[in-house]
C-alpha cells in the first residue's frame, strides 16, 4: 500500500519524509494512531522470517520495515530520532505525533528481541517506544511472557494485521533489566573451543576501562559487560542449550522449524544424561562445588547464599517463561512466602528470583500444577565467584545464548555480577504472564528503597559504563557471523 491513506496501514503508516533522510516534506492527509517500526531477523524460524518481511512491507511503507541482517538498529532508530527532533522543532505536528505514540515490533528469537532492547536502552531516547515482540524463535520466552505467544506466527496478511491490531491495544508494562559483569583471566587458546559463533553470547562485550581500584585491572584480564531482561542460567540446562546451538552452527540444514527444534532439544537432554545426572555427571560439576555465591537483599548488605549440594542447575529469573514457556519460581503458597519474607515475582520491583534444579527429572516438574524449582532467594544483587576446582569449565546461558564458559586452573578468580540497570518498556497482550507491582490487581504491592543501593566497592568512575550495555555502538555482531544463529 503505498500512500497508507486507505485500508489496515493508514493507522500505523510512517511517511517516507520522516523515514528517508533528503526526501521532500509532506502535508500528511492522515495522523496514524498506532505507527510502528518494524525490525525482522530474516534468518529467524526457517524460512518464516523471510516471509514475513515480505509481508510486513507489502502492508506498510517498506521504510519502516526492516531486515535485521542488513539494517543496524540502533543506526535506524539514531537517524529517526534525529530527523522527528528537527522536523518537531520546526514545528511539523506528524513528527510530534509519531514521537508521541511510536510503537516497535521486533520479529526473532529471545535473542533478537534481546538485541533490540539493549539497543533501545543504550541510546536514551527521548521517549523510548514501547516494544512488541513476535515469536520467530525456539523458546520464545519473551514473547510469552507478555502474551504474544510461543509458537511461530501465521505469515498472511490477515496474521499481520490481525498483530498489529493487538499492538495497537497493547498496554504498556515497564520491566527491570539486569547487568552482568564478569571479569576473568584471558584464557588460553583453544580452553574454550567454542563452535558456537562467538565464544561470549552477542550481549557480552570486552570493556577496556574499568574502576581505576580494580584489582584485576591489569594486563592479562578481562572485563566484559552485558545485560539481560528474561534470565541468566548456569550448568544442566546451559550445557544442553550449547550442544543444540553447536548442532545448529554445524548443521544449520536441519533447523528449519519450530517442532523440529524443540525435537532436537529434547533428545540432546536425554543423550547428556541429565535424566540420570549422579550417574553421568561427577558432584565436582554442582553448584556448591564451582562457585560461592552471595546475594543482597533489601536492607543492602551482602550475605552468603547456601545452595544445596545436589543442585546441578542455577537460574536467575526475572520473566516468569524459561525453556519455552515454564516457570521456574511457580506460584508461592502467601503463607510459606512471608515466612520466607518472599514476595510474589514481579517484573518491575528490582528483584530477581534464584531457582534451583537438581536433574532433568526435577525440571519436568515445571509441567505439573504448581511446579517449581528449588526456590533459593530473591535479590537486587547477586555475585558467583569460581575458583581453581575439579571442573576447568562450566556452561552458561543469557536469554537463550550459551556459552563455554573456563574456570580458573589457578589461584586466580571468574567474577561475575549481576545488578539493576534501567527499566525498559514492553507491550503486553491481554494473556500476558507478566505481573507489575504497581497493578492494582497484583496481591502484594511494596516500595523497595534500597533496591538501587550501590555495592561498597563501585566507585563513581565507573558507574556510567555500568549503565551500559553496549548496544548502541559496539552492540554488533561481529564479519562472518550469521544472524540466523541468534535464537
Known amino acids: 500500500m503505498g500512500d497508507g491513506s486507505k485500508g489496515i496501514s493508514g ?42 518481511l515480505v509481508t510486513y512491507r507489502s502492508v506498510l511503507n517498506k521504510n519502516q520495515v526492516f531486515d535485521l541482517g542488513e539494517s543496524s538498529p540502533d543506526k535506524v532508530l539514531h537517524q ?18 509519531v514521537q508521541k505514540k511510536l510503537r516497535i515490533i521486533v520479529a526473532g528469537g529471545d535473542g533478537t528481541a534481546s538485541w533490540l532492547l539493549g539497543v533501545i536502552s543504550d541510546l536514551e531516547l527521548p521517549k523510548p517506544p514501547p516494544v512488541a515482540t513476535v515469536p520467530l524463535g525456539t ?8 502474551g504474544w505467544g510461543k509458537k511461530n506466527p501465521g505469515t498472511d496478511k490477515h496474521s499481520v494485521q490481525l498483530f498489529l491490531n493487538q499492538v495497537k491495544a497493547g498496554k504498556e508494562m515497564k520491566i527491570d533489566s539486569w547487568h552482568l559483569i564478569m571479569r576473568m583471566k584471558s584464557p588460553k587458546e583453544g580452553l574454550c573451543d567454542p563452535i558456537a559463533p562467538l565464544e561470549l553470547p552477542h ?57 523440529s527444534n524443540q525435537s532436537t532439544y529434547l533428545k540432546l537432554g536425554c543423550t547428556q544424561g541429565w535424566f540420570c545426572a549422579s550417574l553421568f555427571h561427577p558432584s565436582s560439576r554442582n553448584i556448591a562445588q564451582l562457585a560461592k555465591i552471595k546475594i543482597m537483599r533489601r536492607h543492602g548488605k551482602w550475605e552468603n547464599l547456601i545452595i544445596p549440594q545436589s543442585i546441578r542447575s542455577i537460574v536467575c529469573l526475572n520473566l516468569p517463561s524459561f525453556s519455552g514457556g515454564l516457570n521456574p519460581w511457580g506460584r508461592p503458597n502467601p503463607k510459606k512466602t512471608c515466612q520466607r519474607d518472599l514476595t510474589p515475582p514481579y517484573v518491575d520491583d528490582g528483584l530477581i528470583e534464584i531457582v534451583g534444579f537438581r536433574n532433568a527429572w526435577h525440571g519436568l516438574v515445571l509441567l505439573t500444577p504448581n511446579g517449581h524449582g528449588t526456590r533459593l532467594a530473591q535479590t537486587s544483587r547477586v555475585r558467583f565467584k569460581f575458583r581453581k576446582g575439579a571442573a576447568d569449565h562450566t556452561f552458561m546461558r543469557i536469554d ?20 539493576p540497570s534501567r527499566q525498559v518498556t514492553m507491550l503486553a497482550a491481554p494473556s500476558c504472564q507478566s505481573r507489575s507491582v504497581y497493578d492494582p490487581s497484583s496481591p502484594v504491592r511494596y516500595s523497595n528503597d534500597d533496591d538501587n543501593s550501590s555495592s561498597e566497592d563501585e566507585l563513581p568512575d565507573d558507574l556510567e559504563e555500568k549503565r551500559k550495555f553496549g548496544a ?16
Not at 548502541?472 to 535464537?487: N, Q, R, T
Request: hydrophobic share 35%; with cysteine.
Open 400 to 419: 537463550g545464548e550459551p556459552w563455554k564458559q573456563p574456570l580458573p586452573m589457578d589461584d586466580d578468580t571468574v567474577t561475575i555480577e549481576i545488578s
Open 11 to 52: 493507522d500505523f503508516y510512517i511517511p517516507d519524509y520522516l523515514l528517508v533522510p533528503g526526501s521532500q516534506t509532506t502535508k500528511a492527509a492522515h495522523v496514524p494512531s498506532c505507527p510502528v517500526i518494524v525490525f525482522i531477523n530474516s534468518k529467524s524460524g526457517g524460512q518464516l522470517g523471510g516471509q514475513l
Open 203 to 259: 550481549s557480552l562485550h570486552a570493556f577496556h576501562r574499568v574502576s581505576r581500584s580494580d584489582e584485576l585491572n591489569m594486563v592479562g584480564y578481562d572485563t566484559f559487560r552485558g545485560g539481560f531482561w528474561n534470565y541468566f542460567s548456569m550448568g544442566m540446562d546451559a550445557q544442553v542449550s550449547y550442544a543444540f546451538h553447536s548442532e545448529r552452527k554445524l548443521h544449520p540444514e536441519k533447523f528449519r522449524n519450530q517442532l
Open 472 to 487: 548502541a555502538e559496539s552492540f554488533k555482531l561481529p564479519d562472518g557471523v550469521e544472524i540466523s544463529h541468534l535464537s
Open 139 to 146: 523458546g520464545n520466552n519473551l514473547p510469552f511472557s507478555f
Open 80 to 97: 529517526l530520532y534525529v530527523t522527528l527532533e528537527v522536523l518537531k522543532n520546526n514545528g511539523d505536528e506528524l513528527a510530534i505525533e
